[in-house]
């Protein structure tokens, strides 16, 4: 008789602002505060409107980033249910290669974002530099979602399987009747992924993702075509 897998299933119910948080973000502003003090000593009072404006923008951009992302998180988690696994980046057996790939994404987007956040308070010392904020507001974007992949224990790039569905992305979700999970002949750890659109004019979607063999199983014992029969017939 074949045993259920012990899969993780992950409380994914949002997180909360705690003492180390809040310590964490003392720890940043003093750092930017003591990197960012000698540029505004040397600047004019225009120079400096200029420099608060600039931060003004990050802060706004990076608020309303994580504030909308997690709020389209919430909404998807409120109809998920906990999650069971994720797929692992490329053909890798394990998380580890995900894990890693996803913190030195955000580390060096993190570095690019305060380079140019510090380039552009240069350029303030001329003009206000509207092309550099521009940058600075796609790079924040992009980082600020790193980071949240990061909050999420969330490989980025990754398909969360839910209880009651699947994320292809952070944000987009489909339920398990739109599914059909398939064995892949080519890849041990591989699953074959059957969606249907949630829309009658667009076709079913098929993709080979790679899991670990306790996911896969699981996946297939839940999801696949003999499951999905037993759920459609009636009776």
Not at 58 to 70: G, R
Not at 84 to 95: C, D, E, L, P
Not at 101 to 115: D, H, Q, R, S
Request: some cysteine.
């Amino acid at each position: 008789m074949d045993t259920e897998p012990e899969l993780e299933l992950v409380d994914e119910r949002p997180r909360q602002f705690g003492l180390i948080h809040l310590l964490v973000l003392i720890a940043v502003l003093a750092l930017a505060s003591a990197l960012l003090a000698p540029l505004f000593r040397t600047m004019t009072a225009r120079q400096a409107v200029f420099a608060l404006m600039i931060l003004l923008v990050d802060m706004t951009v990076v608020a309303a980033t994580f504030i909308f992302c997690s709020m389209l998180r919430e909404k998807v988690l409120s109809v998920a249910g906990r999650r069971v696994g994720q797929t692992n980046v490329g053909m890798a057996r394990s998380r580890a290669l995900g894990r890693t790939a996803t913190a030195c994404n955000f580390f060096f987007m993190a570095i690019v974002y305060l380079a140019n956040l510090i380039l552009a308070i240069l350029f303030a010392k001329q003009d206000f530099p509207w092309i550099v904020i521009i940058s600075q507001v796609q790079v924040g974007i992009f980082t600020t979602i790193l980071f949240l992949q990061l909050w999420w224990d969330r490989d980025f790039g990754a398909i969360e399987f839910f209880e009651n569905g699947m994320a292809a992305v952070s944000f987009k979700y489909t339920p398990w009747d739109q599914i059909i999970v398939r064995p892949c002949k080519l890849y041990e750890n591989g699953v074959n992924l059957h969606i249907q659109s949630g829309t009658k004019h667009s076709g079913a979607t098929m993709m080979t993702v790679f899991v670990s063999q306790p996911l896969k199983q699981y996946l297939l014992k839940h999801h696949g075509e003999e499951s999905q029969f037993h759920k459609k017939s009636p009776g």
